[in-house]
């Protein structure tokens, strides 16, 4: 199991909304499907990998085991919706999932797993709702590709050419007592960086979101910037949200969630394993409003190099290890860069050819606030939050001047800090 996983089980024990850790998404199938030879597809491919046939069960001492089941017999729901309004049929299935996405997982019980088939008027959709304890968005798009490679490879009655699962060891070259003792220096004296209200204050949960995009223009200037000084769009993206959590927080000692892929090491078929390989990690950056922005990101990027060496502390443990008993910080980013195969691109692009790119995805995790952005020629961007703890309107607002700095950094490529983020408090030096 990874810390990850670990964590994840302990805070679904005291869950206090509906949905938590689970995670929607909806494809759309740009060619004919037939449903039996789908459904032995999905079979084949939870045969192919543990992953999608584990449960975990709480043992005495208070410690989680993951347990496999040799075979499962998993269900897809097959929907004739071909009646429906074409431009409808997205949106419903959203919904649909929505709904589905709320009703808990009994965690000891696989699949941890829900799957759909639906029959549009013009298209097919294929509509999930999982436990995030299984698979990352990464492992996602892995299966989904193996998902496309089986089914079409039984339209032609062959076999498919899927590469072996690549086993592999969690734990190992890691070190547990090297990585607190790094983190307890890297976060000491930390100031809680929280940017919602404490939960509860606004009244009932609700899982909420907005979404926007880049301008493709100011995504192409981001990224000419970054090549130029060695920094990759990710950094660019992390480093703008903590920059306006300083411009809320009114400080310059500043931390937030970043995550992590977890896929850095040097081992054989890691980019094709599937499981819950990320890490929610800290990254810790005190602003300087006369430091130049390219100064600001190269410190960013070394700190969130240095922290990805350090994955085996759980995220509970770190949200722990500030200046007060926590969480250390309320908000987390995530930049979707995964590898896409040429057939799932080729899906993806006729998707959107065909005018039925849909966002259907929902990620429902413990933050206040979760930035998840994507590293294409547009990106897409979406705020997901609780409306117990920051109003829509607030929101709305955060998510726009997000946008609009990093517009400003796009388009200042020589600027300090304080030309891009104009606060006076800020202090003035080494900000070491």
């Not at 429906?84 to 709904?99: F, G, K, Q, R, S």
């Not at 759909?116 to 298209?123: A, D, E, K, N, Q």
């Not at 798009?141 to 050419?161: F, N, Q, S």
């Not at 979760?370 to 929101?395: H, K, M, N, V, W």
């Amino acid at each position: 199991m990874t810390p990850g996983q670990h964590h994840m089980l302990d805070v679904l024990e005291s869950a206090w909304v509906p949905g938590l850790y689970q995670m929607q998404s909806t494809t759309e199938l740009p060619f004919e499907i037939d449903p039996g030879l789908f459904r032995a597809a999905w079979h084949k491919l939870n045969a192919c990998h543990p992953a999608l046939r584990t449960g975990f069960r709480r043992d005495g001492d208070g410690t989680w085991t993951p347990v496999v089941a040799d075979r499962l017999d998993p269900v897809i729901e097959v929907l004739d919706w071909s009646g429906h309004e074409p431009d409808a049929v997205a949106d419903e299935l959203i919904a649909l999932l929505e709904a589905e996405r709320v009703t808990p997982f009994d965690v000891s019980e696989p699949p941890l797993w829900r799957v759909w088939l639906v029959r549009g008027p013009s298209t097919w959709w294929l509509g999930q709702v999982q436990s995030y304890l299984l698979a990352d968005g990464w492992s996602n798009l892995v299966l989904l590709d193996e998902l496309l490679a089986l089914y079409l490879a039984a339209l032609e009655g062959r076999a498919a050419d899927l590469p072996p699962v690549p086993e592999l060891d969690t734990a190992e070259d890691t070190d547990p007592e090297a990585d607190r003792a790094f983190w307890q220096n890297q976060l000491a004296g930390a100031l809680p960086s929280r940017l919602a209200a404490e939960r509860g204050r606004l009244g009932p949960s609700r899982f909420s979101r907005v979404a926007n995009r880049v301008d493709p223009a100011i995504a192409d200037a981001l990224r000419e910037r970054g090549a130029g000084h060695g920094h990759t769009f990710s950094t660019l993206a992390c480093a703008g949200w903590a920059l306006l959590a300083a411009s809320r927080l009114g400080r310059a000692d500043v931390t937030v969630g970043v995550v992590s892929a977890g896929r850095d090491r040097a081992v054989d078929g890691l980019e094709r394993a599937v499981g819950l390989f990320i890490a929610a990690l800290p990254v810790r950056v005190q602003v300087n409003r006369d430091e130049t922005l390219t100064a600001l990101f190269d410190r960013f990027q070394l700190a969130r190099v240095e922290g990805a060496e350090h994955t085996s502390v759980p995220t509970g443990t770190l949200q722990r290890m500030g200046a007060d008993d926590g969480p250390l910080f309320d908000s987390v980013v995530v930049v979707a860069n995964y590898p896409v195969s040429s057939a799932l691109r080729a899906q993806q692009s006729a998707s959107v050819q065909r005018g039925a790119e849909s966002d259907g995805t929902r990620n429902q995790t413990e933050y206040a606030l979760r930035l998840d952005i994507t590293d294409d020629a547009e990106p897409r961007i979406a705020l997901s939050y609780y409306g117990d703890r920051i109003t829509d309107a607030d929101a709305r607002q955060l998510l726009d001047d997000y946008l609009a700095l990093l517009a400003a950094v796009a388009r200042t490529p020589a600027a300090t800090v304080g030309q891009v983020l104009p606060l006076s408090h800020l202090p003035i030096g080494d900000p070491r």
